[in-house]
């Protein structure tokens, strides 16, 4: 009977935390939502990182910024981490899990060189990216971060609003995202992003990667998106045309006749 007893109530336990959860899904906006939305910074449209200039190519097509991007140093890792590093970088750049067209997932995601566009509705953020077609929700509707988070390529955002600033924590990261390339991270990795309009149609977005089994001190990068506002975002399938393949032994290469 104790034992009955203690399943129960731990079961009520998970229930009223699921319940609790459920409390915050969304519901229909009323005016006065609305009008604070329109109070906020303008993040609408759709933007792109800056790496020195340029944008698409010819024809309406996506081309890389002109210029190297200027990198910044890389994340200081623990003993055991680096060496995990080192052993990521030795397979080579084909064997990777973007070349089998898997999303880099959080950070990674927010610096590729591919337009992304921002959507501003009543405690949610949403924001759509051509890379891989992803889509990320950073819910601003009071919800605290999750306990016990699933693990996923984007993580859960939470975010708010400070002086003008989009604040987003993020946790709960599959084992398959990286805090850099080549670089893996611990079970309690978290991200902080901060997003800020420093004129109409530029924004940086300052990111502080913390991870104690990983890191030994915080991992901060900034990047700088400008707006474009008669883009629109463009289709991606990373399949299509993919010219990665796997030899007989699971070596990963690339097929440059397809």
């Known amino acids: 009977m104790r034992h009955a007893a203690r399943l129960f109530a731990a079961t009520l336990v998970v229930a009223t935390n699921v319940h609790a ?3 915050f899904v969304p519901k229909k906006p009323t005016e006065a939502d609305w ?10 449209g759709v933007w792109e990182a800056t790496f020195g200039g340029g944008g698409r190519g010819a024809g309406g097509g996506r081309g890389r910024a002109g210029g190297a991007p200027a990198f910044p140093a890389g ?11 080192r052993a990521n970088q ?9 070349a089998n067209c898997l999303p880099p997932g959080m950070p990674g995601i927010m610096g590729q060189p591919y337009p992304m566009e921002f959507l501003l509705t009543p405690g949610l953020v949403t924001i759509v990216i051509e890379a891989y077609s992803q889509v990320r929700h950073i819910y601003t509707d009071g919800r605290p971060l999750p306990d016990d988070p699933d693990q996923k390529f984007f993580g859960t955002s939470i975010g708010r609003w400070e002086n003008g600033t989009l604040v987003a924590e993020t946790v709960g990261f599959s084992p398959q995202t990286e805090i850099a ?5 611990g079970d309690h990795m978290k991200i902080v992003e901060r997003f800020t309009l420093t004129d109409p149609d530029t924004m940086t977005i300052e990111t502080t990667v913390t991870d104690p ?15 474009h506002r008669a883009w629109s975002i463009a289709e991606y399938i990373c399949e299509e045309n993919n ?16």
């Open 181 to 185: 390339p080549g670089t893996p991270h």
């Open 75 to 85: 994340p200081q890792l623990t003993p055991a981490y680096a060496e995990k590093r």
């Open 21 to 23: 959860q459920q409390n």
């Open 243 to 258: 010219r990665n393949s796997v030899d007989a032994n699971g070596k990963a290469g690339i097929n440059i006749k397809k």
């Open 213 to 227: 089994e990983a890191l030994t001190a915080p991992y901060t990068t900034t990047r700088t998106l400008r707006r």
């Open 90 to 98: 030795a397979k080579g750049a084909e064997d990777s899990q973007a």
């Open 35 to 44: 009008t604070a939305v329109a109070k906020l910074p303008d993040f609408t």
